[in-house]
T-cell receptor, first 115, second 112 residues
Framework: DGGITQSPKYLFRKEGQNVTLSCEQN?????MYWYRQDPGQGLRLIYY???????QKGDIAEGYSVSREKKESFPLTVTSAQKNPTAFYLC??????????????FGQGTRLTVV | ELKVEQNPLFLSMQEGKNYTIYCNYS?????LYWYRQDPGKSLESLFV?????AVKQEGRLMASLDTKARLSTLHITAAVHDLSATYFC????????????FGTGTRLKVLA
């Protein structure tokens, strides 16, 4: 079945560590996104990518990095520079260039906790 | 600044009642989406509204879009407990790029 897969579902990070969250899609979507959600809050855009080898900062990119080497994959690294990384991270994809359907589909999320 | 605002932020309603959630946005766009999120879960797509005057209905939920007023509404008819969730609208501010900005969310609780 087509979809977006995020892993791991739960992730624990020690102070000062970098961690990488995985996001893979087999929907043949061109665009991919990373959002952060804090408890009881909305979604804030971290980074987005419209095509391979290109990505743009969202509203809260500081302390995060991404890569887009393959169309299917858009990993997010939470660096030690991100001072408050505990949150729920959601990956999404959209834009089927064959149909120009712009609806965004979401993965199941990764819950990151600093210990 | 690209802003998407929803109101109310919290909504507690009795089963069987009707209510409307509002989504206002700051800049021209003709693509708007509604999502549902259950506690601890990801977002589930509800409606895709792609033009002025678009109206979509699914069960007890109906969404509409007025691009001139920069307003979308999500109307709930005869609410049931299963509709309890957080509802988000998202606007696709294209301007040459595809960038979705989400509203603040409306936490709906339907009381039996």
């Amino acid at each position: 079945d087509g979809g977006i897969t995020q892993s791991p579902k739960y992730l624990f990070r020690k102070e000062g560590q970098n961690v990488t969250l995985s996001c893979e899609q087999n929907l043949n979507h061109d665009a991919m996104y990373w959002y952060r959600q804090d408890p009881g809050q909305g979604l804030r855009l971290i980074y987005y990518s419209q095509i391979v080898n290109d990505f743009q900062k969202g509203d809260i990119a500081e302390g995060y990095s991404v890569s887009r080497e393959k169309k299917e994959s858009f990993p997010l690294t939470v660096t030690s520079a991100q001072k408050n990384p505990t949150a729920f991270y959601l990956c999404a994809s959209s834009i089927d260039s064959g149909t120009w359907n712009t609806e965004a589909f979401f993965g199941q999320g990764t819950r990151l906790t600093v210990v | 600044e690209l802003k998407v605002e929803q109101n109310p932020l919290f909504l507690s309603m009795q089963e069987g009642k009707n209510y409307t959630i509002y989504c206002n946005y700051s800049t021209t766009s003709d693509r708007l989406y509604w999502y549902r999120q259950d506690p601890g879960k990801s977002l589930e797509s509800l409606f895709v509204l792609l033009s002025n005057g678009a109206v979509k209905q699914e069960g007890r939920l109906m969404a509409s879009l007025d691009t001139k007023a920069r307003l979308s509404t999500l109307h709930i008819t005869a609410a049931v407990h299963d509709l309890s969730a957080t509802y988000f609208c998202a606007v696709d501010f294209t301007s040459g790029t595809y960038k979705y900005i989400f509203g603040t969310g409306t936490r709906l609780k339907v009381l039996a």
